[in-house]
């Protein structure tokens, strides 16, 4: 069951990091990764929230594991800093990677802020 909940979750995050990534490319058109960017954020704010909340189990295998892992890329992330490098806009990767990971942490923080919060918010 729980392998049937992590495959549903991922095809769910990988259709939705496709359809937002491309709708961020068309909107925002730009060499500088701007989709996957705002993905891999949000989804570490995602993240957070989840273990902020407490949530395990079948929702934490279908959400954390497949729907965020899925919708977030660590992959394109590195090959799209690499390309910019490529390109010769050194001042772009670098702006990208401080970007991602200053963002991608500082989202997961917030993240977990927040679930914990709100669970503190629930129960008192």
Not at 35 to 41: A, C, D, F, K, R
Not at 54 to 63: D, K, Q, S, W
């Amino acid at each position: 069951m729980i392998l049937m909940a992590i495959a549903a979750g991922g095809f769910l995050g990988a259709v939705s990091r496709f359809v937002i990534g491309n709708a961020v490319k068309r909107r925002f058109p730009s060499s500088f990764p701007l989709g996957t960017l705002s993905i891999n954020v949000a989804g570490a704010f995602l993240l957070g929230v989840l273990f902020g909340l407490g949530i395990e189990g079948g929702p934490y295998a279908f959400f954390g594991i497949g729907f965020l892992g899925a919708f977030t890329t660590y992959s394109t992330f590195m090959v799209e800093a690499w390309r910019l490098e490529v390109l010769g806009e050194r001042r772009r990767a670098v702006l990208y990677l401080v970007c991602s990971y200053a963002g991608g942490l500082s989202s997961a923080f917030l993240g977990l802020a927040a679930g914990i919060n709100l669970i503190k918010w629930l129960f008192s």
